[in-house]
């Protein structure tokens, strides 16, 4: 496995500098595009919300009340009451913007991610279940041969009927099981035709390598996310302690309004356009104030643990893979072992035809036997990159 452990361009070999990574249907990914686009402006929206918006009016009063004529005001006004100071919490309330923006856009690629994985997941199987076909035709192959011998042997009165019973419900097994291939092949496509509208003659696969567990662990979508939902609570924290104290506003008022004409008179200063300006400090007193920062506190320290619990998780799931991978590794060089071994009977058994000794078939029975050890080596190796795939979906940038 050491050879697998070498800096590698995991990502770039597996995408083909991300070949794939278009591989989704044009609808799917433009959901994405679309949830991408909706974090960035609801993000943007969150950073600003401590800005009060500029209030503009514009009334028209009618009052009989000094007399039979109506006496009309018109007034036009702007008004600002806009807090200046929150005690650190429009600063923080900036800040968990911006960390929930990332969390946001983290899961989003995540997401992404493992549906391109579900994706080329589904290619790795077709190829698979393809290999096994091959693997499966060459069983049914030695399966009627075997039949045949056994027939020959229960005919000369050598066999018991039950050797040459088994044989048969053998074949008509393997016979089954090669049908059950094909409705997989049928479901795979169909699967993969709702995540993707391309040609999966037309994509190529990649070779997949192992990462190193520390860039595994540095890279890792959840572990990534799970940080920056931490920092978001870390941040909401202080938020919420900043509600509780004092807060500075300022506010301001520009107003354009008709007089009233019994306010006019000899001497009047009364002014149609003036202003009101001024400030206040403000401090709520609650009695869910300590419950509210104390739940805070608490889903700070629960995201606090989640972030420990997650990198637990991110280490079981790589030696995981890392010992299937050996596993696999073992399969594949017991493969080879046995495609040694046949090598060698294929051509003793071709020596034994030559001389009379064996008849065709037990030539071909070595052969096919041969033949399948290689497809096994090729299935396995596979099963290698499926399990790799499942470390590739969770992370973003490998170098």
Not at 151 to 175: R, V, W
Request: proline share 2%; charged share 30%.
């Amino acid at each position: 496995m050491k050879k697998y452990l070498i800096l590698c361009s995991f990502l770039a070999s597996l995408l083909h500098a991300d070949e794939l990574g278009d591989i989704l249907s044009e609808n799917k990914s433009l959901l994405f595009d679309y949830q991408f686009e909706s974090n960035e402006l609801e993000s943007d929206k969150l950073s600003k919300s401590w800005i009060n918006p500029i209030q503009l009016r514009y009334s028209k009063n009618y009052t009989t009340q000094f007399g039979n004529t109506p006496i009309h005001v018109g007034t036009y006004s702007v008004n600002i009451d806009q807090p200046i100071f929150r005690s650190g919490g429009i600063y923080y309330a900036i800040k968990y913007s911006q960390a929930l923006r990332s969390a946001n856009h983290s899961d989003i690629i995540l997401q992404r991610r493992k549906l391109i994985g579900d994706a080329v997941t589904i290619l790795f199987n077709l190829k698979k279940t393809k290999l096994e076909q091959e693997k499966m035709r060459l069983l049914i192959k030695n399966d009627t041969i075997d039949i045949h011998q056994k027939k020959d042997s229960y005919d000369a009165g050598l066999l018991d009927s039950s050797f040459l019973d088994q044989a048969i419900l053998k074949k008509s097994q393997d016979e089954a099981s090669l049908l059950e291939m094909e409705l997989k092949l049928l479901e795979l496509k169909q699967r993969f035709s709702l995540l993707s509208d391309k040609r999966t003659e037309a994509l190529k696969l990649p070779k997949l390598k192992l990462i190193s567990r520390e860039n595994y662990r540095e890279e890792n979508l959840d572990l990534k996310t799970d940080r920056l939902r931490a920092e978001v609570s870390n941040h909401n924290e202080k938020i919420t302690w900043a509600k509780y104290l004092p807060t500075v506003s300022l506010q301001g008022q520009y107003i354009n309004g008709d007089i009233n004409p019994l306010f006019v008179g000899p001497g009047s200063t009364i002014q149609e356009q003036y202003y009101n300006y001024g400030f206040s400090v403000s401090m709520p007193i609650d009695v869910n104030a300590f419950a509210d920062i104390e739940a805070s506190k608490v889903e700070k320290l629960r995201a606090a643990v989640q972030v420990l619990d997650r990198k637990e998780t991110v280490d079981e799931e790589y030696q995981w893979i890392y010992n299937s991978l050996n596993v696999l590794d073992k399969k594949i060089a017991l493969a080879k072992k046995d495609e040694k071994i046949y090598k060698n009977l294929f051509k003793v058994t071709k020596n034994l035809v030559y001389a009379g000794e064996k008849t065709s078939l037990d030539a071909d029975i070595m052969q096919n036997s041969l033949n399948i050890r290689k497809l096994d080596q090729q299935i396995y190796k596979i099963d290698k990159q499926i399990h790799l795939l499942k470390l590739y979906v969770r992370v973003e940038n490998v170098l």
